[in-house]
Each structure stands twice: as C-alpha cells, then as structure tokens.
C-alpha cells in the first residue's frame, strides 16, 4: 500500500509540474510551454488511469488523494518557483486536508 501512495504522491507532483508549465505558458505566450502542458497532462491522465485499474483505492477516495498531493505540490512550487505567498489560513486548511487523507485511510482500513 505505501508504494501506492508512492506513486499518487509522484502523480499529484507530475500534475503539479503540468499546472505550473500551463502558468509559464500563460505568462510568455510561448507554444513550447502549452504543448509541454497537454503533454503533461496527458501522462498523468494515462498514468492516474492505471492506478484506478490496480483496483486499490475507490475512485472517489483516489481523485481525493490525488488532487490533495497536487494541490501541496502546486504550493510548494508556487512559493519556491513563482514567489507565492501562503497565509497561516491557507496553511491550516493544508493541514486539514492532510487530516483528510489520515481519515480516509483509516476509514477504508477498517473496512468502513
């Protein structure tokens, strides 16, 4: 089961990487950015499919942890990268939906 939270982790980073091309792209107007984007995009969609398939995780609850690691990557890259700035509120709703994940996990464990 780690190794699947492994790889949704290395997915949701990918992802991010795909929302911060589209933000490059957004920026300059370049082509080469856009394209790297659907790219992107289109290997994470591939590769989010395949993880549906080894039948682990619901559909709801995999979107759900998906979208929670890209959501923290894409903040991370967005004070690293682009400058960004996140508040004490923004970093406690960070915590909660990590809080979130806990609880889903142990809910699916016990069978629940």
């Known amino acids: 089961m780690a190794t ?3 790889g949704m982790a290395g997915l949701g ?6 929302d911060a091309t589209l933000n490059q792209w ?6 080469v950015w ?7 995009w289109l290997a994470v969609a591939t590769l989010f499919g395949l993880f549906l398939r080894s039948d682990h995780l619901t559909f709801g ?6 979208l929670t690691v890209n959501c923290a990557f894409a903040l991370v890259l967005d004070v690293a ?9 923004q970093w406690l709703g960070v ?4 809080a979130a994940l806990v609880l889903l996990e142990t809910g699916r464990a016990d069978g629940a």
């Open 4 to 6: 699947l939270y492994v």
């Open 13 to 18: 980073l990918l992802g991010a990487i795909s």
């Open 26 to 31: 957004a920026e300059s107007h370049r082509s």
């Open 34 to 40: 856009l394209i790297a984007s659907y790219l992107l």
């Open 61 to 66: 609850i995999a979107v759900i942890v998906f």
């Open 81 to 89: 990268v682009f400058d960004g700035s996140i508040s004490r509120q």
């Open 95 to 98: 915590a909660f939906a990590a």
